[in-house]
């Protein structure tokens, strides 16, 4: 079946401008999950949603970053007055139920100029 | 809160020798604890996990690992790495097996023909 994507895989962004990346979990999984990763490390926790609740958001960086998921399917992470410092690759995880695998996407690949 | 150390951010390791790589943890609950690895422009893929029972856990590939209590340790081992090995490992660690997962700072593997 499909696997957990991301859009889109690569994204420039002047400093200053906002940006909008979009997870589509594996169709049925309640849980979703946003992670970011630095070049060179690991991933840090962002948030986590259970259906369209957002139960968890105490990794986001500063209240420029905002994630949604609304109807409980697709996530979007947005970023808003881009900073160099948000270079990064963009992690989503999706799982079934808690005790369930979390499947990650390819991530979307983040240069901000 | 949880953390993990990755004690060597690079392997570099011959064709059909074995590897083990290292991963310590330290928390104040009870973990659930796990092995990534990405490829190149891949998302992450589980090798494996530990959630109860025997400590000494088989994975994908050829991959096995030991949960070591009093030493907080999940040492990922594999008797005969193959070239497609080449990869970054990722160790894990979450308070729930559905929760959000804390990571180490990543082992990167050069398997050398």
């Known amino acids: 079946g499909a696997g957990v994507s991301q859009s889109p895989r690569y994204k420039v962004a002047k400093r200053g401008q906002d940006v909008a990346l979009r997870c589509d979990p594996i169709?049925?999984?309640?849980?979703l999950f946003w992670y970011q990763q630095a070049l060179g490390q690991g991933p840090e926790f962002l948030t986590y949603?259970?259906?369209?609740?957002?139960?968890?958001k105490s990794g986001l960086p500063s209240d420029r970053f905002f994630a949604e998921r609304p109807e409980g399917s697709v996530s979007t992470l947005k970023i808003q007055r881009t900073q160099q410092e948000d270079s990064a690759v963009y992690l989503c995880?999706?799982?079934?139920?808690?005790?369930?695998?979390?499947?990650f996407g390819p991530g979307t690949r983040l240069l901000v100029l | 809160a949880q953390s993990v150390t990755q004690l060597d951010s690079q392997v570099p390791v011959f064709e059909e020798a074995p590897v083990e790589l290292r991963c310590n943890y330290s928390?104040?609950?009870?973990?659930?604890l796990f092995w990534y690895v990405q490829y190149p422009n891949q998302g992450l893929q589980l090798l494996l996990k530990?959630?109860?029972?025997?400590?000494l856990v088989k994975g994908i590939n050829g991959f096995e690992a030991e949960f070591n209590k009093s030493q907080t340790s999940f040492h990922l081992r594999k008797p005969s790495v193959h070239i497609s090995d080449t990869a970054e490992y990722f160790c894990?660690?979450?308070?729930?097996?559905?929760?959000?997962?804390?990571f180490g700072g990543g082992t990167r593997v050069l398997v050398k023909p």
């Open positions: 169709s049925g999984h309640v849980s």
């Open positions: 949603f259970q259906n369209e609740a957002q139960l968890d």
């Open positions: 995880a999706s799982n079934l139920r808690a005790f369930e695998t979390q499947y």
């Open positions: 928390s104040s609950v009870s973990v659930y």
């Open positions: 894990a660690v979450s308070a729930s097996a559905g929760n959000k997962l804390t």
């Open positions: 530990y959630l109860s029972g025997s400590t």
